[in-house]
């Protein structure tokens, strides 16, 4: 019953040219990298099989650093979860969530992607095998080992970088070639994120709300087994005491 519904496609589109963060974000030039190719435009998310596959469609592909994938220009993160979700900190992109938390968190480079899983207990998270991706057109297509299901998602976008530690380059208000400027230094990281309404107070108020499904269904499914169980109970009690009678 949980399969049957849950597995459903869901689809967001996301505004075009908006690229910039707060919109006063200024890309680095050396390599040139282009807004397009950090554009978030859709999102899909369904089930496949044991897992999930997501497809994040770009303004355009590009590959300033020559990755072997094909892609190189942007940090692709895809947090997934629901109101009852573990983890509230969008890791370390200097953005909380809005309206539930975090289970599973995909990091989509050209040079190699990740998938952890928040822990129960608290902690660090857990790695878990590293989702599948190719490129598909202007989309990245990515096959990853989350169960089946419908989530919330928080989706962004990010300059990719070799020169740090996670490939992820952050906002500095000192301008150069290599660069990412931002108008203050506790900027989010993201150049985009995926929200519909195109609403900038993400980057104002440091919080993401997320797009999909906020409500955990498996516990809208067991409310209602349970209602459904006590229903039968009072019936079959019934009929007992009428055949008693």
Wanted: charged content about 15%; glycine content about 14%.
């Amino acid at each position: 019953m949980l399969t049957l519904l849950t597995a459903a496609l869901l689809s967001f589109a996301d505004p075009a040219g908006d690229a910039r963060g707060d919109g006063g974000y200024v890309l680095p030039t050396r390599p040139a990298i282009s807004a397009d190719a950090l554009d978030l435009r859709s999102f899909q998310a369904e089930p496949r099989g044991t897992g999930m596959r997501f497809v994040v469609g770009l303004g355009r592909i590009e590959n300033p650093w020559n990755a072997p994938s094909g892609f190189s220009a942007g940090v692709t993160d895809i947090f997934v979860g629901s109101s009852l979700g573990k983890q509230r900190t969008l890791d370390d992109l200097r953005l909380k969530t809005a309206g539930g938390g975090w289970d599973y968190h995909l990091r989509i480079t050209g040079f190699g992607s990740t998938l952890e899983r928040a822990p129960d207990g608290g902690g660090a998270a857990l790695p878990l095998p590293a989702p599948e991706v190719h490129v598909e057109g202007s989309n990245l297509v990515i096959d990853a080992a989350v169960p089946p299901g419908r989530y919330a998602y928080w989706v962004t976008s990010s300059v990719y970088s070799p020169l740090t530690r996670d490939g992820v380059l952050r906002p500095v208000t000192t301008p150069g070639p290599t660069s990412l400027e931002a108008g203050r230094a506790d900027a989010p990281v993201p150049v985009d994120v995926l929200l519909p309404t195109g609403d900038p107070a993400p980057y104002t108020q440091g919080t993401l709300p997320p797009v999909g499904q906020t409500r955990d269904i498996r516990i809208l499914v067991l409310v209602a087994l349970g209602g459904l169980g006590l229903l039968l109970v009072i019936a079959a009690t019934v009929t007992i005491w009428r055949w008693g009678a």
